[in-house]
């Protein structure tokens, strides 16, 4: 018997995951007076997951069809766009919240403030949900690029 799709949007406490793989990458940095090279972990992506991945995976655990989630997912991204044009913050509760934000020349005078001189460009804030950020918090497991010990 599947389940609802609801059941869904809750993250599991415990999952098996994979491990997150990183290198190591040589950085300079070009704003101290110190230009010794430094060195910095860097996570390394794996693939990507389609949209056509996750309705499958979906539709394996409720009772929708892989095309039902698939439409239901691709009108997200209007209505989302909709709704942040009219300042709203779209909250998907387990997922995050999202906002758009804009970078800002300042001026001393705000009489001297106006969209067109000021507003340099708009991007898109996302806080996570909290049970993301706690998953987080709790940390990943990780293992070396190229190394099988985790």
Same mark, same amino acid.
């Given at each position: 018997m599947r389940t609802s799709?609801? +059941? +869904? +949007? $809750?993250?599991? @406490? @415990? $999952?098996i995951a994979m491990p997150i793989r990183y290198r190591i990458t040589k950085r300079s940095n070009t704003i101290a007076n110190n230009k010794a090279p430094q060195y910095i972990m860097q996570a390394v992506n794996t693939g990507v997951v389609t949209l056509d991945d996750i309705s499958r995976q979906i539709s394996n655990e409720c009772s929708l069809s892989a095309l039902d989630v698939k439409f239901v997912l691709q009108a997200l991204g209007p209505k989302l766009q909709f709704h942040l044009e009219d300042g709203k913050i779209v909250d998907l509760e387990n997922i995050g919240k999202f906002r758009v934000g804009f970078k800002c020349k300042a001026d001393p005078d705000p009489k001297n403030l106006s969209v067109k001189r000021n507003i340099q460009k708009y991007h898109l804030n996302f806080q996570p949900a909290v049970e993301l950020k706690r998953w987080l918090k709790i940390g990943l497991t990780t293992y070396k690029e190229g190394s099988r010990s985790i």
């Amino acid at each position: 018997m599947r389940t609802s799709c609801a +059941l +869904l +949007l $809750t993250i599991p @406490k @415990k $999952t098996i995951a994979m491990p997150i793989r990183y290198r190591i990458t040589k950085r300079s940095n070009t704003i101290a007076n110190n230009k010794a090279p430094q060195y910095i972990m860097q996570a390394v992506n794996t693939g990507v997951v389609t949209l056509d991945d996750i309705s499958r995976q979906i539709s394996n655990e409720c009772s929708l069809s892989a095309l039902d989630v698939k439409f239901v997912l691709q009108a997200l991204g209007p209505k989302l766009q909709f709704h942040l044009e009219d300042g709203k913050i779209v909250d998907l509760e387990n997922i995050g919240k999202f906002r758009v934000g804009f970078k800002c020349k300042a001026d001393p005078d705000p009489k001297n403030l106006s969209v067109k001189r000021n507003i340099q460009k708009y991007h898109l804030n996302f806080q996570p949900a909290v049970e993301l950020k706690r998953w987080l918090k709790i940390g990943l497991t990780t293992y070396k690029e190229g190394s099988r010990s985790i």
